[in-house]
């Protein structure tokens, strides 16, 4: 009976993640068109404007972890982290100027803070012989709701402007709030008491060497905006710009369930070195491109690596993570990675502007293979309990 209850739950939270990325790839495929040709930001202030979200990302992250870990309340953070991104949306639809969108985008990626209370809840229910399959799960069901929201623009946008779509945008994530409010119970899961923080001895060296080389990799691991103003550049028109996104997104969206499967079976280093070499390949693709077929090419290997990645990435934090802190480990490992994530987009715009478009994917491969070789040295394996 238990085991049913679980994987309702884990369902629940799926369905809650597939409704609330379908309205955010409503807006996500135009976003950087809309930034760049609407409000007319250069790439510059594109890159800052998504690596500030992505470190907004990293602090709510490591906010919501610790408050939940100490308060034994998660459920809370969930719906309030689905609350931020429909508000966001509507206000998107309503800026009439670049530097609007910063408090917005603010908003937006604090609604991330869903992330590590709820990674928390699906690790505390898994096993470890289905924890990557439960990840997978949420992975597939996130990049389902893209594939969906993505269609929905690419006919959408036809017919509407880019700030109706903006609104319409809204809806699935107030779904969501609704799903988490009324279909997830809070999990007794001790006193809050016994709570007194997460402090950097409490992480083993293996753990620390994870977080080092997820540091390394993000330093290059720049916004997927950058990807899409890329095939721009080479002549792609803007109705067929969100196609890309679209590909990559169904790609992640088919591979993610099985990359967490592969992962229960194999271990999650040997995927997450799968994850970090598909990323490699679309590094060398983009910097050496000769024709549109090696750009499709380019994004196809993007969404497996994402489908890769994502989905063992979080499995492998959570299993080295100590267990009373799962929550707070995997916030600060978010936090790390959102603020490393800040300077990678604004770097990769600057060196876009300033030398040419293929320079960040340079930079970005030298990163990730220095990523890999750490990785080597990571040793598999749950965490022990803290005493």
Known sequence: ???KSNQRIVRTFAWASFFNDLGSDMIYPIWPLFVTTVLHANMAVMGLIDGLGEAIVSISQALSGYLSDRTRKYKVFVWLGYSFGLLSRIGYALASAWHQLIPLKILDRAGKMRGAPRDAMVASLSKDSDRGANFGLLRSMDNLGAFVGIIACIILVQFISYRTLFLLAAAPSAVSVLLIIFFIREQKTGEA????????KDLTANFKLLLLLSTLFALGS????FLLLFAKEKGFTLAVVPVFYLVFTALAAASSLPFGRL?????RKQVLLA?????ALVCLVFFFLRSSWSL???FVLYGLHRGAFETVQKAFVAELAPPMYKASALGGHQMVIGLCAFPASFLAGILWDAVSPTAPFALSLGLTLG???LLLFVQEGTSKSIK
Not at 193 to 200: D, I, P, S, W
Request: aromatic share 20%; net charge positive.
């Open 222 to 225: 720049f916004s997927y905006s």
């Open 296 to 298: 499709w090419a380019g």
């Open 275 to 279: 994850g970090f070499g598909l990323w």
């Open 371 to 373: 990523a890999m070789l």
């Open 193 to 200: 008491k016994l709570f007194k923080g997460l402090r950097l």
């Open 263 to 267: 992962s229960d079976r194999i271990g």
């Open 1 to 3: 009976m238990a085991l």
